[in-house]
């Protein structure tokens, strides 16, 4: 069964092995922090009880910004990831919420691929933002809010 949980700081072991196992982006630190931050929500996708997923987000006024997305390598291009990523969308649309942000590495191709999937366009760039000299490709969606 697949279901989607939010998760809190009691997981952030969880969150740091699923991210050490992937794109091992955040040390184990900067896991502690990012739950800390004001309006920061985080959601795992799970098949039973084994979270496949994390989607790392943070609501700041009429936005949400994506800081985090993975989903286990095992369980990608099996429809998991746009099922978390509806998810985000829909959640954020009906917090009423005009856009969705993020940045993803322009050497990231199948990621860059998946985002535009969802209507994710690139508004800027960041210029040799990664440690590899990758430009950062900032992307956002218009979001259709909920009428009360």
Do not use: P
């Amino acid at each position: 069964m697949i279901s989607i949980k939010q998760i809190n700081e009691r997981d952030i072991d969880l969150c740091y092995e699923l991210d050490s196992n992937t794109i091992s982006l955040w040390s184990k630190k900067q896991w502690v922090n990012e739950f800390k931050k004001e309006g920061t929500k985080v959601f795992g996708v799970l098949i039973k009880n084994l979270v496949i997923g994390i989607c790392v987000f943070q609501v700041v006024l009429d936005e949400a910004q994506i800081n985090y997305f993975v989903v286990n390598q095992k369980f990608r291009k099996k429809g998991f990831g746009s099922y978390l990523m509806r998810y985000l969308i829909n959640k954020c649309e009906n917090l009423n919420l005009k856009k969705l942000l993020l940045e993803v590495s322009q050497s990231n191709v199948t990621a860059e691929r998946f985002y535009r999937r969802f209507d994710f366009s690139t508004v800027g760039i960041r210029k040799n933002y990664y440690k590899d000299g990758s430009h950062a490709l900032l992307k956002e969606k218009n979001l259709t809010t909920k009428i009360m």
